[in-house]
């Protein structure tokens, strides 16, 4: 007898088994990665979602804290095959649902073929299919997350020194990726993190070298802040961003983004740079995408469906990314990014000096 369900906006209820009780309720996506359940289960950009894993063991390697991409566990909830009792015990302890022994496959197929959708979920021995469907029914569309940024950024400015500390970056935590921080310090950077609503003038004391805006989750349309700032110092100070950060950066310098039917998540996303003709293979996390680039030029494709993944503008010193090359936990093809740009920041400084 099953005893939890997952209640679906087109109707549908499926019945699982629950592995880590509650109710609650988000937006349905789904994962391709076989591999990183630590990382996709902490990653910031999954707030207010219900994550299904395509691949159908998770957990077959244990919980590692140093995997981790954030302090906790970031979906409202999780759906696999199979659940092995690490993560199942990891879930239940942070107080996250987590439900398997229902067809995923049924589930990617539905959300591929319908979008992202509303999401029930009610697990435990209580648990009822009319708890499912009355939690889904609450279920708020990604836009009306109006403040997702208070749920997933600090809120005082820290600081992650690194060993030389060439360079000062800026970076806006509208949900950062742990890995996005030590990308940075372990090549000399000392970077600032500052909460997703800090002023110009937050950015202005730290006196950064370059302006980086971080991942997260939701529409970004709704961080007003975080574009009011890029707006004061773009062609001032070099200006990077990676997921989110780069939807920010566009919409804030004349662009437009919008939502995607079911988003790119996953670790096997080819890319194509234009300049080069390469194709890398990526780690992607986002529901959004650039629709209009407003000045920057597109540097790199997707080659699945042609949307964006690379941005930049020599007269602007901007460069972005709508994957994310800290890769954790890979594959590692694009690492190369934050070495561009510190090698940004210091021509930057450079020409300025000349």
């Known amino acids: ?66 995997r981790f ?66 939690e889904m029914e609450a279920c708020k569309p990604m836009s009306d997350h109006v403040d997702i940024g208070a749920q997933v950024s600090v809120t005082e400015p820290t600081v992650h020194e690194s060993a030389d500390g060439d360079v000062d970056v800026a970076l806006l935590d509208c949900g950062a990726k742990g890995s996005i921080i030590s990308s940075l310090t372990e090549r000399g950077a000392d970077v600032h993190v500052l909460p997703y609503d800090a002023t110009p003038e937050d950015v202005a004391a730290v006196d950064p070298d370059v302006l980086f805006v971080s991942n997260g989750p939701g529409d970004p349309e709704n961080f007003v802040a975080a574009q009011e700032v890029v707006d004061e110092f773009a062609g001032d100070l070099p200006l990077a961003g990676i997921c989110l950060g780069q939807q920010v950066i566009t919409s804030a310098l004349g662009g437009s983004t919008e939502k995607m039917a ?48 690379g941005l930049d503008s020599e007269e602007l010193d901007v460069i972005t990314r709508q994957y994310h090359p800290e890769a954790n936990p890979g594959p590692h093809d694009s690492l190369g990014f934050f070495d561009e740009v510190l090698d940004l920041a210091t021509s930057s400084r450079r020409v300025a000096a000349d």
């Open 1 to 66: 007898m099953s005893d939890a369900y997952i209640a679906l906006a087109d109707g549908r209820v499926l019945e699982a088994r629950a592995r880590a009780p509650g109710r609650t309720r988000g937006e349905l996506v789904f994962t391709t990665a076989y591999t990183g359940y630590e990382e996709s289960l902490t990653d910031p950009s999954y707030a207010e979602q219900v994550l299904t894993f395509s691949y159908p063991l998770i957990g077959n390697y244990g919980v590692r804290t140093e």
């Open 69 to 134: 991409e954030s302090e906790s566990v970031q979906p409202r909830a999780a759906i696999a095959r199979e659940l092995t009792d690490d993560v199942a015990d990891w879930l239940a302890e942070e107080g996250v649902p987590a439900v398997d022994h229902v067809d995923t496959r049924e589930i990617v197929t539905t959300v591929r073929e319908e979008g992202a959708m509303a999401c029930g979920i009610a697990a435990g021995p209580d648990a009822t299919p009319e708890d499912a469907v009355e």
């Open 262 to 309: 079911f988003g790119h998540r996953g670790v096997n996303q080819p890319v194509k740079d234009l300049r080069t003709d390469k194709v890398v293979m990526t780690t992607q996390n986002h529901g959004y995408t650039v629709a209009d680039t407003g000045p920057l030029e597109v540097t790199q494709v997707n080659v699945n469906d042609d949307t964006v993944e």
